[in-house]
Nanobody
Framework: QVQLVESGGGLVRPGGSLRLSCEASGIVFNIVTMWWYCQAPGKQRELVAHISSGGTTNYADSVKGRFTISRDNAKNTVYLQMNSLKPEDTAVYYC?????????WGQGTQVTVSS
């Protein structure tokens, strides 16, 4: 049974930082690509960043230079370091992976950027 469990969200002021974590189970973590998505109220879910099994990373233009995705294969965990946060980063953040042609999502973690 595949499970993805996010943590680390919260309320932060503009310019602040948060680190999100997503721990995976039920998969061979070190061979999968991991994605982070976000969904703001009233908007579609959109891609934030992803990291391949080999460590290659890609980012949405809106977060380049501010967010960093990384992974720790020994802990089956992917991270999203979020710096210089803006109010427009407010959203529920989800991690995602694909395993045996199926899509798996975590439950999401709320990030709110507000003064």
């Amino acid at each position: 049974q595949v499970q993805l469990v996010e943590s680390g969200g919260g309320l932060v002021r503009p310019g602040g930082s948060l680190r999100l974590s997503c721990e995976a189970s039920g998969i061979v973590f070190n061979i999968v690509t991991m994605w982070w998505y976000c969904q703001a109220p009233g908007k579609q879910r959109e891609l934030v960043a992803h990291i391949s099994s080999g460590g290659t990373t890609n980012y949405a233009d809106s977060v380049k230079g501010r967010f960093t995705i990384s992974r720790d294969n020994a802990k089956n965990t992917v991270y999203l370091q979020m710096n210089s946060l803006k109010p427009e980063d407010t959203a529920v953040y989800y991690c995602n992976t694909k395993w045996w042609s199926s899509d798996y999502w975590g439950q999401g973690t709320q990030v709110t950027v507000s003064s």
